[in-house]
């Protein structure tokens, strides 16, 4: 299928400019992916934070001890795997992180600062976030339930990454893409990413035909009739 981007980098600065996720979701709807939006409570931290790259799935669980004897090796690893998995972070990666409780917090300032500096594009969490000033000086777009102080460390440990994980139902595979808005956080799979995409761009070409025409006071029976959209 030929594409109007040669690469990721193109896709997703041609989408920030021009697409929002609600457009791509109603796409993905007509292709037979009806189940991509994470849940309503996981949302960028600030409005205006947009996050879109292909996704590196985290796995993560409760671990009630920083370090302490243990059949697992991870037992004698603070955070477990976290730090091996943010360095292995590459350009236009997101961090999306699964598999925990809600007692603590997933992400926070340092590990923005760590990502940055990988090349990566954002942080989606199935939980929460913290060191929230922090992260909003830095920019980084990060996507979660909420901000909540307490630590991960003597609580949680990240035991696998780059391995297929699943959120509310949706599940989530390395190289999807994660396109997110203040209206929710959408998993293209990485099979439907240019048929995705192609059809979103064309909506959002005919959906401004839908508002002129509305402007000059078709009504909207009519307006349906006639582009098929609303």
């Not at 600062?113 to 990566?120: E, L, N, P, V």
């Not at 209206?183 to 293209?188: A, E, Q, T």
Request: net charge negative; proline share 5%.
């Amino acid at each position: 299928m030929k594409t109007p981007w040669k690469n990721d980098d193109e896709l997703f600065a041609l989408a920030k400019q021009k697409l929002f996720v609600a457009l791509v979701g109603d796409i993905l709807d007509k292709l037979g992916c009806q189940h991509q939006f994470l849940p309503a409570q996981i949302k960028p931290i600030q409005n205006s934070m947009v996050l879109i790259g292909r996704a590196m799935p985290v796995l993560e669980a409760d671990h009630f001890a920083e370090k302490y004897e243990g059949r697992s090796p991870l037992s004698q690893q603070p955070f477990g795997l976290m730090f091996q998995a943010l360095d292995d972070l590459k350009h236009n990666e997101i961090y999306i992180c699964t598999g925990s409780s809600l007692r603590y917090a997933l992400w926070g300032g340092l590990m923005s600062t760590r990502a940055m500096k990988c090349g990566a594009a954002g942080a989606v969490l199935h939980g929460y976030h913290r060191d929230s000033n922090e992260i909003e000086r830095l920019g980084f777009p990060v996507a979660s339930m909420g901000s909540y102080a307490q630590d991960q460390g003597p609580r949680g440990k990240v035991i696998d990454w780059r391995v297929p994980i699943e959120i509310d139902g949706v599940r989530i595979n390395p190289g999807d893409v994660i396109f997110g808005d203040r209206d929710g956080v959408l998993v293209v799979p990485k099979d439907k990413v240019d048929e995705a995409f192609i059809g979103a761009f064309e909506k959002a070409k005919d959906e401004n035909k839908v508002l002129k025409a509305l402007q000059q006071g078709m009504p909207t029976v009519e307006a349906f009739e006639t582009f098929g959209i609303m």
